[in-house]
């Protein structure tokens, strides 16, 4: 079955970079793209970005726009999700999604990786 | 404050049938971007559980269908079971603002 598995939380102090992980299995990965979201605690979900898991082409959501990026490692059918300058409202649980779209979002999320909780504190 | 707007919460008694709206704008569902919707069970990722606006994924019980008219759509469910007890979020593309955006989410009680 298609399973998306994120890396383990992490805490991080203000200013630092977390980069996660999330290793997708029971398909091609290069017939999908992978989304990136977020869930501050108690709060909705925010697209972050999509990364094409044919090209690498990326599209990001204008707020995370040169402090985020993704990539992928087509060889073990793994996303990564970086973010940089990190601030206390930078905490939220994470998560990778795949998309239908390869090269273009076709903004469907299905299935979800398990999550992954970023915590910001100094 | 979201693009797309979500009652907080929606409650009903086993069996009932309640309605979860979705309300947007002509930038988004008005104008013609398919609607998802997503469950959230308590302490767990999303899951995907109406897609193109009326469509379930396999493994969704058909007590769960989506509609959509105008600048708004709609989560229907009946038959209402204490397992469905979980936050719901619909979800749309945006021309206006070029990305995928999200309702504020809607829980739902089983009383």
């Known amino acids: 079955q298609v399973q998306l598995v994120q890396s383990g939380a992490e805490v991080k102090k203000p200013g630092a970079s977390v980069k996660v992980s999330c290793k997708t299995s029971?398909?091609?990965?290069?017939?999908?793209?992978i989304s990136w979201v977020r869930q501050a605690p108690g709060q909705g979900l925010e697209w972050m970005g999509w990364?094409?898991?044919?090209?690498?082409?990326?599209s990001y959501t204008q707020k995370f726009q040169g402090r985020v990026t993704l990539t992928t490692d087509t060889s073990t059918g793994t996303a990564y999700m970086e973010l940089r300058s990190l601030r206390s409202d930078d905490t939220a649980v994470y998560y990778c999604?795949?998309?239908?779209?390869?090269?273009?979002?076709?903004?469907?999320?299905?299935?979800w990786g398990q999550g992954t909780l970023v915590t910001v504190s100094s | 404050q979201s693009v797309l707007t979500q009652p907080p919460s929606v409650s009903g008694a086993p069996g009932q049938r309640v309605t979860i709206s979705c309300t947007g704008s002509s930038s988004n569902i008005g104008a013609g971007y398919d609607v998802n919707w997503y469950q959230q069970l308590p302490g767990t990722a999303p899951k995907l559980l109406i897609y193109?606006?009326?469509n379930r994924p396999s493994g969704v019980p058909d007590r769960f269908s989506g509609s959509k008219s105008g600048t708004s759509a709609s989560l229907a469910i009946t038959g209402l079971q204490a397992e469905d007890e979980a936050d719901y979020y619909c979800?749309?593309?945006?021309?206006?603002?070029?990305?995928?955006?999200f309702g504020g989410g809607t829980k739902l009680a089983v009383l």
């Open positions: 999604a795949r998309d239908p779209g390869v090269t273009t979002i076709v903004w469907r999320l299905d299935p």
């Open positions: 193109g606006n009326n």
């Open positions: 990364i094409s898991g044919y090209n690498g082409y990326t």
């Open positions: 979800q749309s593309y945006d021309s206006s603002l070029r990305v995928g955006v």
């Open positions: 029971g398909y091609t990965f290069s017939n999908y793209g």
